[in-house]
């Protein structure tokens, strides 16, 4: 390899969204790769009293952009929400998108829309429940916990997609 | 020109956890988030409902929240905080202090999920933990324990017959015990088969446990404790000791390194003693064994602490070493990087635990800062301090030259240290560091007792002399 081929292929890769890069070639073993150090957002945004009280000038702060290595799992804007994939909860915006009684979670764990995976779904959006009927499982240290209607009613929005991760007193349903 | 054989590696591996979850709250789950952030490792932190708007839970890349306010369904509650660590891949749990973090059973759970419990071995947390079998230990290695019994007594003819041997006053322990709870000062023969019974009920009923011992009881000791640092390859290090004497009902007011009036003979045969203690206990993690001193500077091991203390941040600021950082990388498998020969243990440094005597909002609160201050806290304006845990908000640590120096900047910072919204303890603190007995390190656990009434009535006269005015 010639010193004129390492300073290309270099050039290259700085400028590439790539963040690793292994290459062999003829006996020649050559490997790169980034680390960003770039500042993210330390407290989330969403609560900007609390930034302007801690004198935190986050504007211009760029949070996507960072930490270019491939996989890519920090997320620092509203990750309360999507660090588990459902993304419609922001709690800071007030358009909720249902108005009915909230069901929450009662403990922390995954939740299941079925008895099992392959079976049909306990309720639907449009489904009418009686009080203690089962509308979900949430799955906690191997034991399977139902999740019951706390009234009678139809399902108006269920929120949380199945197989997602729940924390506790999380919306998961709506019954209207 | 050509070059063959070129490798070039621009990175290089550290085995190090990707991601831990912070089984904790308030300023201690904040210490951890920052040092975890400056290794580059990602923090996930179980939160309760009462701690949604608290500042930890906005520092952590994740948080989840995992029961209602009351710790026995949140902070507490095993299940859900090794549920959220599985699902959420964490390698590691850190405990911080209180909780779960000397609690056997949690570690154990965290070991069967192939998850590292920053902290030593479930195995470990219960030997320590079972007083009497720590002290036995330490009695058959050489260790200095206070005397008292080698086993655990069988019946109160026994208990009669052993206070005999050590002579009156002695103190009725329980084994499983801690917080002073199970715990009875016997001063006269006459009274022991009584308050025996008492202490074994009560042990029965706080920890399920009723295996009691007696140890001499001395009277007002000093609390003098060594912070130790032990990895998983056998080296054991010392940090230099710590005095919590100010106590108020078992509860520290402050701490402070190193300890008064200490000879350097003394300082180092205790230390030496707290390596042993480590090295015989096979320890790893950060540890601190405590000892008591008596009126002629005789010390006897009493326990070993196996988790990081509320007082760490006084120890790092006399050795420059940060003991979080140290204590996430021995529970990764790294050696210490440091050895006996390289502590340095430089000036003196005090730590002030600031308690909220009331819950409510912050309205206002100005933190102090200059040369020499460190504040751990979680506070901010505009936070809400709820009745639910610990009131300690927050922590102030000064270090300085020498003791005086030391004094003087603490003064500075109470007088200058803001908290409106709810009643501290900040008047008590600033009016104790003009207290002649504090001012010359000449103190013991009897301390508070004696002169907390003193201290009282100075702030009862500068309010009336205000009044006056």
């Not at chain 2, 009351?70 to 507490?76: H, Q, R, T």
């Not at chain 2, 080296?235 to 402050?254: F, P, T």
């Not at chain 2, 030259?401 to 600033?430: A, P, Q, S």
Request: charged fraction near 30%; glycine fraction near 8%.
């Amino acid at each position: 390899m010639e010193i004129k081929e390492v300073y290309d292929i270099w050039d290259k890769f700085e400028k590439s969204d790539i963040g690793e890069l292994k290459l062999e070639i003829s006996g020649d073993k050559i490997e790169f790769k980034k680390v960003i150090e770039l500042p993210d957002d330390f407290i989330a945004t969403q609560n900007a009293s609390l930034i302007n009280s801690y004198g935190l000038n986050l504007q211009g702060i760029n949070s996507s952009g960072l930490n270019l290595q491939e996989n890519n799992t920090i997320n620092t804007d509203g990750f309360n929400n999507s660090a588990y994939g459902d993304n419609s909860n922001n709690p800071s915006s007030n358009n909720k998108g249902y108005s009915g009684f909230e069901v929450k979670a009662p403990l922390v764990g995954t939740f299941y829309r079925a008895s099992a995976p392959g079976e049909k779904p306990f309720v639907e959006e449009g489904s009418t429940v009686k009080k203690g009927d089962v509308i979900g499982i949430i799955e906690a240290m191997k034991l399977m916990n139902e999740l019951v209607a706390p009234k009678d009613g139809k399902i108006e929005s269920i929120l949380v997609d199945d197989g997602v991760m729940v924390e506790f007193d999380q919306v998961i349903m709506s019954i209207k | 020109m050509i070059i063959s054989g070129l490798i070039i590696i621009v990175e290089f591996e550290v085995i190090m956890f990707k991601r831990i979850l912070v089984a904790n709250r308030g300023e201690i789950a904040l210490r951890i988030i920052r040092c975890a952030r400056e290794m580059d490792i990602e923090t996930v932190i179980v939160y309760s409902t009462a701690d949604k708007e608290s500042l930890p839970v906005m520092g952590a890349n994740y948080s989840v929240c995992i029961g209602p306010n009351s710790p026995k369904d949140s902070y507490l509650n095993q299940d859900a905080i090794i549920e959220t660590a599985i699902k959420m891949e964490c390698d590691a749990i850190h405990p911080g202090y209180g909780f779960l973090s000397e609690n056997a059973e949690f570690a154990k759970k965290c070991e069967e999920n192939n998850i590292t419990f920053i902290g030593p071995s479930s195995e470990l947390i219960s030997k320590m933990g079972d007083k009497q079998e720590a002290r036995k230990l330490m009695m058959n290695n050489g260790v200095r324990v206070v005397p008292g019994s080698r086993e655990i007594i069988k019946d109160v003819d026994e208990a009669l017959e052993i206070a005999e041997e050590i002579g009156y006053p002695v103190l009725i322990k329980a084994s499983a015990g801690g917080g002073g709870r199970g715990m009875r000062k016997v001063f006269e023969k006459e009274e022991l088969p009584k308050l025996f019974e008492m202490a074994k009920a009560e042990a029965k009923a706080a920890f399920a446990n009723d295996d009691m011992y007696i140890e001499k009881l001395i009277i007002n000791p000093r609390h003098i404790e060594v912070q130790i640092l032990a990895d998983k390859h056998e080296n054991v290090i010392a940090l230099g000791e710590r005095d919590c004497s100010i106590q108020k009902n078992n509860q520290k007011m402050l701490e402070e390194s190193p300890a008064c009036g200490l000879s350097d003979e003394k300082r180092k045969e205790i230390s030496d003693m707290a390596i042993l203690a480590g090295k015989v206990s096979g320890y790893n993690s950060v540890g601190t064994c405590e000892f008591v001193l008596d009126k002629d500077d005789n010390f006897y091991f009493i326990e070993m602490n196996t988790r990081i203390q509320v007082e760490h941040p006084v120890t790092e600021e006399v050795s420059n070493v940060d003991l979080i950082r140290q204590q996430i990388r021995v529970a990764a498998g790294l050696k210490l990087d440091i050895t006996n020969e390289d502590v340095s243990i430089c000036g003196h440094a005090i730590e002030f635990r600031i308690i909220a005597k009331t819950p409510g909002v912050i309205k206002n609160l100005h933190l102090p800062g200059g040369f020499g201050v460190r504040v751990e806290t979680h506070l901010y304006n505009g936070y809400e301090i709820t009745p639910f845990y610990d009131p300690m908000i927050a922590k102030v640590i000064v270090k300085g030259k020498n003791r005086l120096e030391v004094i003087r900047r603490l003064r500075r910072v109470l007088e200058e240290i803001v908290i409106d919204g709810i009643e501290t303890n900040i008047v008590f603190l600033h009016q104790l560091t003009f207290h002649p007995d504090f001012l010359k390190g000449n103190y013991d656990t009897g301390f508070y007792e004696k002169e907390s009434k003193k201290i009282l009535s100075w702030i009862n006269e500068s309010k009336n002399m205000k009044k006056e005015a």
